[in-house]
């Protein structure tokens, strides 16, 4: 909670500024920003303020920022010319090398108490706590010079308290200077503060008194050289007064040169001496060895590798500032990592070698004593420093051996030695001397000569010429009389880096002394033996035989040779001296083992043996000999099997042997070494392809995997070694057997190789030719396989070099090489006339290359058409190629295609690659010419052309360059036709596929509107002719019987001539596809188009039959699309068959396509019309868009096509006008009479006769009036039109002499009648049709029998009374029938007429009689009626009846709702009340066929239906009409109906909300609720049962909710409401438990429901704890969260989130966290017996503190016997603690106190459990009240344990209240914060306040909230921060609290002031964690406050959300 505290605000003078002794992080950021209060300062001035950059604490709006001077004044100046130290005129310039103004001469003690340095005069003493604000105010007034007086001061302040106080820094005026030198370093570049700094480095010579006379102190040195190198850092030039106080105390006592917090600025000092620094790690091995070296006072003493880095020696009396060194390395390390060396002495070089080599001379000079007693560690480290110097080098060098054998000075004289060497360099003509006594050392010890060797290997790394001169001086010196005993150890050392250039040198310094007057080859020859020994045969003498012989050809020795007098000598010496290499390269081992091989020893035989071998076992024998045998004395433990291993360098020696074996012998061993040792493989394919980088046939995670497997085996197997041998735990860093041994698996996986042994294999195939010997190699090829593993894809560069190599020699090489190298010539060459743009060289290699070129291809061309050469040969070459044109890239195949034609060319000259490459695109069959023609005149062209037909077949199905693929189908279909049936099959089958399945290609290829060009004609007759010559095989009658195949695209076809052909379906359609194309247009007629179309569409119009090849059943061949293209074609018979047997829904589709031609499209309308004259129902069915189909209509006529207008009359399609112009002949209207009568006037007069009503008329009428038997529906409004025609027509008649059209309607409704009168079924829906239509029958019925009741009906002649009564009798009922008008006013004609028909009624035939004796056949009949009637309730509801019966027989139940099933699907639609009671009635017996009855319902049913159902079920008042159980199980079941579910995604999403399926409301869902409380009230189980039902009940009620909050937070309330009231009853115990169900499913419901909803619950509580919560997980990541603390002040903040977080789940939710008290009480298991150091490092008395508050916020609950055992395992933990602790008083004094603050409230609310539980740690209790006396607690707990013990029956009547505890009275502190009225005091009253909130016994904040609220908005910064404080830590004591609060934080969120919103914003992760039931209103403000105030809240929202994260345990 203390995140974000500031520092008190600028102008607050009545404190400190905020410095302490607590360490402050300075760096460049902060994790959260503080705002300033500068800009409300500003603002409120009146005046806009300018902010700056980095201001100080104290520093006012006014500031402005100073710009640091570029350089010092005077720093270009010519610095004067310095004396040497000690003369008057040294001091004559200032500290920053400016001209003093008068002489300062050195202080001396007489001198310095009468005057002071003028820094000293201006110096001005302030209090360090107001350093700051005094600068500021200065700063502000722009007063440079208080500001130099107040620095000046400050070091002053700083000498003196350093002098005073023991070598100590006052720690805050070092933090207020870091601190401005941090923000201000511009302060600190002035002379006067520089001279005053440099005081501090000085030794102090004013001191007199006490023990540091004379000494700096170190760590004000430190703080000054800071301070001076931040002033400085960006100054070029320094004064050499920093030289001259660096020289002083690196001479002296080494107070601050040797210390980490001064090396940035010592670092810079050593530029002066250009001093070359060695890396650190170069002598670590020699450091770690040290008590070796020397005594411990030499070992103590710092190395030269912690020159730049090493802090000081281990003497006291240099170092004593340790108390303090935390605070100096966290203070003044001013950011060293970006400090700048860089050379700022380039003009003082002269005046820094003088100052030093003075000290150095004066040092050697003095002869009073031996030097080495004079020398000190110091002086040498001084030495080490300047060694950049010659002269030091030179002077150093010369006694180095004295120091070195020292025992107090070798661990500096090492360092020394070791920065000689390193700085030495060529360009000092005295390094030579240098040199030359380096080498002259004598050396005594092991340790001193190893580092001896080093420091030379050192100095050739770092100066690589200087190895000439090094080996001379070595060889000199060997062969002087005075000798260096170290020469061959410094050779060896020298050698082993750089065998070959030292070889090389070490040559050319014996061909120098062999030319020499005097004959050295004796000298030499002992040499060079002592060398090959010394060296180790390391030397490789080839090398030195090869330098030795060119030297004499050199241009610099020529002359000498020429003029040497003894020639003869130098050629013998050279001979004798190569003869003696020759001896001395046999090494020890080879004589070792030759000598035993003399002596008869045969095992070493096998490492020599010949060249020649073809036993295969040479490979395990040589293998064997690598193995490593542990030693036979050792025991291994007893299960454990020893991994097969070998010696690494034996092991891959051991391959070598084998590599070189094989290239000899590559046919007897060269296939089982490439097939069965991988890595044998990859050795040779890496001399094959001279690659020994990309070639090691592993990658480098295979190897990784491997290499870690090996290391842990042989680390398992050297610890059992060890454990039998030294008991020596081994690990990587020890183990001798990791770097020596290898896993033995030759036949495993590929292993790669050593660097050292790629190398060595390197040069082996470069000198032994291995790569040419394998390559040479056909049997086995493994040229050959590498070529096919690599595939065409991989880059082969090593190709090119492979072929040229081994040019006029190409049979060496297999053809597949040569191809290859010719296919990746086709892609690398250029155009010829690219040659024109090269240089002269270049257009050289592009000839020779060309030419290179041009002998390939006659060699490859050569192999093709010489008829001498073998065919195995030619088809090598062609299938090599051939196959790359299926390659899948294009420019794979392009390589091919240009390859082939440059090989098959005609002539040599004709083509090249380069022209080849050019050839595509040119649109010309020229191009395959080589192919058409050349291909099959080769000689051998009959043995290869299969390959060849192969190779084309998979080429077509891949090319996409149509040209090429015309060709390749030109040639198949001259050299392809005589091919076997079956290649002929496939070769049929992969064009059907290119044709069937490639449609843009073949689009591309054959003859179309916009392709009628010649070439394409020929590909379709290349194509003609290849299927006709498979149809001919496939047709031969001797097939015989056909076999049915499981093949299912296979079909047999039958012709009417009897034959018949076994082809595939895509065959069929491939041919039909290129008929559809008719005959090619070419000048010979193609007679393979007719034959087949013959085939396929033969002239007799009998179509051939095909069946399935699989179950022999009739196959249709000629699916939709293939119809579409048939009926696209121009061929005639074509289209006709595809037009035949089409369905509607076909045609229908058809013509909505594009594409026909206009007679196609002519054929395909007019069989339209034909299907509608034979059918005008036929497309009642299918799905016709009448307005789009018009269109296409009247588009395709258009265009010319004939036909559909019948079509379009029958669908109503056309209008009239179109159709009488397109085409009125065709249009028959007798086919659709039209229903306008308006359009047929019938006036009726005695003067003239109009056209009258038919038959047929008035038929077409009725049928379109009632929808009976029409094919297209009219409209409401064309029905009313055509009745008030017809009505009027007949109205007119009624009062006529004749009544014709009255007479046709009567006809025409008789028929219509008579019609449906065959079937009873079929005259019902008649009649049901008419009733429909009420206001049309009954107009019409009154109309005719007003007809016939007319006087003219009586007179006429007519028969309209016969039919009209016709009619009324087959419409009139037996019984009236009052709801139907039509039958009512048939009844009544009838009536009126006398002639009702009299029929006798039967009683009631749909009774049900259960006891009748054929019940079946009862209710089948009573079912036919019913269904006849369609009215079936009746018989519904007598079966329902029924079944509700509890006496009827049980056997007749089954019979009876399989009947009811069957009448009523739907279960509840015949009789719905009935059925529910059925279904889900309360009952005594409920009926035996509910739950098979439920079942249908569920399953069968509607959604509608189930709808229905469940909003009767919950939307009844009586909840005890229905049974609650079957209710909620039907709920249940109906939510898990597997057809509900289908087409879901089974995984769905983690947080993905469930679906609202039931969409129940508010209401329906508490009425559930009502149900399940109600099925639990009359639960007949055992309580435990009738719990984990209702739990299973609440998990449905809240899935019922849908993951709707609100609906769960009102169904809670109800709930909640019922089971808080008053009344007790079973029902209130019900709603209790299902509300906590409830809230353990939904635990958010309990933030909205009243804080007294669970107070009063019983015990039943305890039962939650195995119920799963969403709380669980959250709370078992904060808790293992806060119980794994991180170390330091991070970890502990991050504690303190988690444990707000708990707090705040222990406030919420109580019974929740409750359950995982148990995990709490564990953590703390384990840690109390720790050290206290440990307990706080590592924050673990953080842990105990954080659960003892968790606890206290528990208590409440905590203190319940079911939560008794968790409380005893945690106050176990405590008690150990304390007991363990007992003795330390401070660290566990706060934590006791609250300890025992827990205990007593445990007294207070369980005295007898507490009683019982404490009383066997009183002793402990006594031990703690010695130690801690002042703590009152222990002595209350002691007094309240002494009590006698309460009995049960007395605990369980005591109240469980927690006492309140006693606290400090604040009312005076708040009543001081009331009075106050400046900031000020505001400030002292907050912090007194938190001084006393800060105790244990803490004071309740709640009657200060109310005077805090303001201050959050207060405009001080400390002021809101203190109060933000305050607040956070009340709310973490009472996180319920925090919604109060919200309302002010937002008010603050919302304030005007920036300052403001950027301090709450500060705050919201705190307010987020402890409102998360308000965390959306928090974040949507914070979102609104980014995106409308523009400010930024990135941060905020991004620490809250990952505080919310930490909590989820995302």
Known sequence: MDRGKNLPPKNSKSKPLGFSGDFIALGPKQSRAEPVDAKKSGSSSGGPSKPTPAPLPSLGPSDKKREAPSQLPGSSQNPAKKAKPGLPNTASFTALGRPALKAADPPSPSSTGNRLEPWEEAAIEIEASELLNAIGEAESNEDEERIEAILCGSVKQLKAFSLSQRNKVEPILALALVYLAKWRSHYFNTELIVEALLVLLKRDVTASIGPFKGRTTASTASLACNLLLAGLEDSTEWPESFLKVFVEDSVGERVWVDREECQGFVENILTAFNTKVPSRNILQQESATGTVLGSSGAASSPSITSLGTTGLEDDASVDSDNSQGGLLRGSTHLDQQQVRVIHRFQHLKDMAEALVMEIVNQHFSRRQQPASDLTTRNFLKFLTSTAGLPAVRTQAA??????????????????????????????????????????????????????????????????????????????????????????????????????????????????????????????????????VRALRHDLPLPTFCAALLHGCMQERRKVAIREFEFKDRLLNSLADLTTLCIFLAISPGVRESASLVARGDLREMELFLMLEADNQEIFDMVLRLTAYHYPENIVLPQGYTPPNLAISTLYWKAWLMLLMLIAHNPGSLGSEAWNSFPTLRALMEMCITNDFATSSGTTDQTELQVAAIEKQTILEFETHLAAASTKTVITENNSLLLSQLTSLDPRGSTRRPPPAVIEQLRTLNATLRLGHLLCRSRQPDFLLEILHRQGAAQSKPWLADLVESNEGAWNVLPVQCLCEFLLHEAADDLPVNDLMDDSKQQLGKRKERRHKHQQLVQHLRLLLTDPNQLPEACREVLDYLMRRLSAQKALARHQALTALSVVLAVKDDDITMSDGACFEGTGDDSQFSWLVHQLPTIPHFEAVRPAVIAALRAAFLIETQPLAVAAYLRFLSTCALEEPIQDQADLSLDLAQVIVERSSLIAALLPSPSNKTLQAAKTLECLLQLFWHYLLKAREPNKGSYTWSENQDQVLIQWQSGEAASLHIMVVHAI???????????????????????????????????????????????????????????????????????????????????????????????????????????????????????????????????????????????????????????????????????????????????????????????????????????????????????????????????????????????????????????????????????????????????????????????????????????????????????????????????????????????????????????????????????????????????????????????????????????????????????????????????????????????????????QKLLGARDIDAFEAKVVLDFLAALIKVPKLWQGRDKHVPKHQQPEELLNLNHQQLFRLAEYIMSEF??????????????????????????????????????????????????????????????????????????????????????????????????????????????????????????????????????????????????????????????????????????????????????????????????????????????????????????????????????????????????????????????????????????????????????????????????????????????????????????????????????????????????????????????????????????????????????????????????????????????????????????????????????????????????
């Open 398 to 531: 010369q006694r180095l051996e004295m120091w070195l054998s020292n025992q107090k000075l070798v661990r500096p004289a090492t360092d020394l030695l070791l920065s000689i060497c390193v700085n030495c360099s060529t360009e000092a003509p005295t390094d030579t001397d240098v040199l030359n006594a380096l080498l002259r050392l004598r050396l005594k010890s092991k340790p001193l000569l190893q580092t001896y060797l080093t420091c030379f290997k050192e100095l050739v790394e770092q100066q690589a010429d200087q190895l000439p001169l090094i080996v001379r001086l070595l060889i000199f010196n060997e062969l002087s009389p005075s000798r260096g005993p170290n020469n061959m150890a410094v050779l060896a050392v020298l050698v082993q880096p750089w065998p070959d250039r030292a070889a090389t040198i070490l040559a050319d310094v014996f061909m120098e002394l062999l030319l020499n007057r005097d004959d050295y080859l004796r000298a030499l020859r002992a040499l060079l033996r002592e060398v």
């Open 1072 to 1510: 039909v596809s290129l008929l559809t194309y008719g005959a090619p247009q070419l000048e010979q007629q193609s007679t393979c188009f007719g034959r087949l179309l013959e085939i396929w569409f033969p002239a007799s119009g009998v179509q051939p039959q095909a069946y399935l090849v699989e179950t022999t059943e009739e196959a249709h061949l000629y699916p939709d699309w293939i119809k579409l293209r048939m009926i696209r074609s121009s061929v005639d018979p074509i289209v006709d068959t595809a037009l035949k047997d089409l369905e509607p829904a076909q045609m229908i589709l058809f013509i909505q396509s594009f594409g026909f031609p206009v007679l196609s499209m002519s054929k395909l309308l007019q069989t339209l019309d034909r299907m509608v004259q034979d059918n005008p129902f036929a497309f009642v069915e299918v799905d016709i868009d009448k307005v789009y189909i018009q269109q296409l209509l009247q588009i395709q006529w258009a265009r010319g096509a004939r036909g559909g207008l019948l079509f379009a009359d029958i669908m109503q399609l056309v209008d009239t006008e179109i159709g009488s112009t397109a085409d009125s002949k065709a249009f028959n209207l007798t086919l659709r009479p039209h229903l306008d009568i308006s359009s047929h006037p019938s006036k009726i007069s005695s003067a003239s006769t109009s056209s009258i009503v038919t038959v047929d008329h008035a038929s077409a009428v009725l049928r379109q009036l009632f929808d009976i038997k029409t094919v297209i529906r009219i409209s409401q409004l064309e029905k009313n039109k055509a009745y008030r025609s017809l009505s009027n027509a007949l109205t007119r008649e009624i009062r006529a002499n004749t009544q014709p059209s009255t007479e046709a309607c009567a006809i025409a409704f008789d028929n219509l009648l008579a019609s449906a009168s065959v079937s009873k079924n079929e005259f019902e829906l008649l009649l049901a049709a008419l009733e429909r239509q009420p206001a049309f029958s009954c107009g019409l019925l009154r109309l005719l029998t007003s007809a016939a009741s007319s006087p003219a009906a009586s007179l006429g002649t007519g028969n309209i009374v016969v039919i009209v009564m016709n009619i009324c009798q087959k419409i009139a009922p037996v019984t009236p029938d009052g709801h139907s008008s039509l039958k009512s006013i048939a009844l009544q004609f009838v009536k009126s007429r006398g002639l009702l028909r009299s029929e006798s009624t039967p009683a009631d035939i749909n009774t049900l009689n259960l006891s009748s004796k054929r019940l079946e056949r009862h209710l089948q009949q009573l079912a036919a009626r019913a269904l006849e009637t369609n009215d079936t309730r009746s018989l519904v509801k007598s079966i329902v009846s029924s079944l509700s019966q509890s006496g009827f027989k049980a056997s007749f139940v089954g019979l009876l709702v399989d009947w009811m099933e069957l009448l009523d699907p739907e279960i509840i639609t015949a009789q719905p009340d009935l059925e529910m009671r059925l279904l889900f009635g309360k009952t005594p017996n409920p009926p035996s066929c509910r739950p098979y009855a439920l079942a249908m319902l569920v399953h069968q049913a509607s959604w509608a239906t189930l709808r229905k159902c469940i």
């Open 1577 to 2010: 009230v009359h639960q007949t189980q055992e309580k435990d049962r009738a719990l984990h039902i209702l739990q299973e009940r609440s998990q449905l009620l809240l899935s019922c909710c849908g993951g709707s909050t609100k609906m769960e937070v009102l169904l809670a309330r109800d709930v909640a409401d019922l089971a808080g009231s008053a009344v007790k009853s079973e029902r209130q115990k019900a709603a209790q438990q299902l509300l906590l169900r409830l809230y353990v499913r939904a635990p958010h419901v309990i933030t909205r429901l009243p804080k007294t909803s669970f107070a009063q619950f019983d015990d039943s509580k305890t039962l939650l704890t195995a119920v799963p919560c969403s709380i669980d997980s959250m709370a078992l990541t904060l808790i293992s969260s806060l119980t794994s603390p991180q170390p330091g002040k991070e970890g502990a903040r991050k504690m303190a989130d988690y444990e707000t977080a708990l707090r705040k789940m222990a406030a919420t939710h109580p019974l929740l966290l409750l359950r995982q008290f148990a995990c709490l009480a564990a953590a703390l298991r384990g840690r109390s017996h720790l050290d206290v150091f440990v307990l706080r490092s590592r924050n673990y008395m953080n842990v105990f503190s954080s659960i003892l508050g968790i606890a206290q916020q528990l208590s409440a609950n905590l203190f319940t016997p079911d939560h008794r055992e968790a409380l005893e395992d945690m106050l176990k933990s405590f008690w150990c603690l304390f007991g363990n602790q007992r003795t330390v008083k401070e660290s566990i004094g706060p934590l006791l106190q609250k300890f025992l603050q827990f205990l007593l409230d445990f007294v207070a609310t369980a005295p007898f459990a507490a009683s019982h539980c404490l009383q066997q740690h009183v002793p402990l209790l006594h031990d703690l009240q010695v130690t801690h006396p002042e703590m009152t607690a222990i002595k209350d707990l002691l007094s309240a344990l002494s009590r006698p013990r309460p009995t049960d029956n007395e605990e369980d009547r005591q109240p469980s209240t927690v006492p309140t505890r006693p606290s400090i009275r604040i009312g005076p502190i708040l009543a001081r914060l009331r009075q106050s009225d400046n900031y000020e005091e505001v400030v002292t009253v907050l912090q007194d306040l938190e001084n006393v909130c800060g105790r244990v016994v803490c004071a309740p904040l709640e009657g200060a909230i109310a005077d805090l609220r303001p201050l959050m908005s207060s405009s001080n910064q400390t002021v809101r921060n203190m109060t933000y404080m305050l607040i956070l830590r009340y709310l973490k004591d009472n996180p319920n609290a925090s919604s109060d609060l919200l309302p002010d934080y937002l008010d603050c969120l919302d304030n005007r002031n920036a300052a403001v919103v950027t301090t709450a914003l500060e705050r919201l992760p705190d307010f987020l964690l402890l409102c998360q039931e308000n965390g959306d209103v928090l974040l949507q403000k914070t979102f609104n406050l980014a995106v409308e105030s523009g400010y930024n809240t990135l941060t905020n929202l991004s620490e809250a959300v990952m505080l919310l994260q930490h909590q989820m345990g995302t």
